[in-house]
Nanobody
Framework: QVQLVESGGGLVQTGGSLRLSCAASSRLFATYAMGWFRQAPGKEREFVANIDWSGFSTYYADSVKGRFTISRDNANNTAYLLMNSLKPEDTALYYC????????????????WGQGTQVTVSS
């Protein structure tokens, strides 16, 4: 059991940057794979990025590759998503998620979810 709390969302202009944080309640965080997902109104939740327990393996959706960076700090039980060169189509509610084992790109494979943080990119 772990609780996840996202923060760092907000309103930003096209081309701007935001860093999202995901704070975990348990030191077991260091054993979990982490993922970031997003969901816009009326659309399905979609994969954004993931990272393995060690932080050495990362993977990104094509739509964000080269612009977003996922990272983690196991000493502080926190995962991050640095978002650069933001576009209006990045506007969504962003969720972090955790699972045991290897990271995946499938929403239903994750066991724990935060409540989300809103990112809005103005056009």
């Amino acid at each position: 059991q772990v609780q996840l709390v996202e923060s760092g969302g907000g309103l930003v202009q096209t081309g701007g940057s935001l860093r999202l944080s995901c704070a975990a309640s348990s030191r077991l965080f260091a054993t979990y794979a982490m993922g970031w997902f997003r969901q816009a109104p009326g659309k399905e939740r979609e994969f954004v990025a993931n990272i393995d327990w060690s932080g050495f393996s990362t993977y990104y959706a094509d739509s964000v590759k080269g612009r977003f960076t996922i990272s983690r700090d196991n000493a502080n039980n926190t995962a991050y998503l640095l978002m650069n060169s933001l576009k209006p189509e990045d506007t969504a509610l962003y969720y972090c998620a955790a699972r045991k084992g290897s990271p995946t790109i499938v929403t239903v494979s994750y066991d724990y979810w935060g409540q989300g943080t809103q990112v809005t990119v103005s056009s």
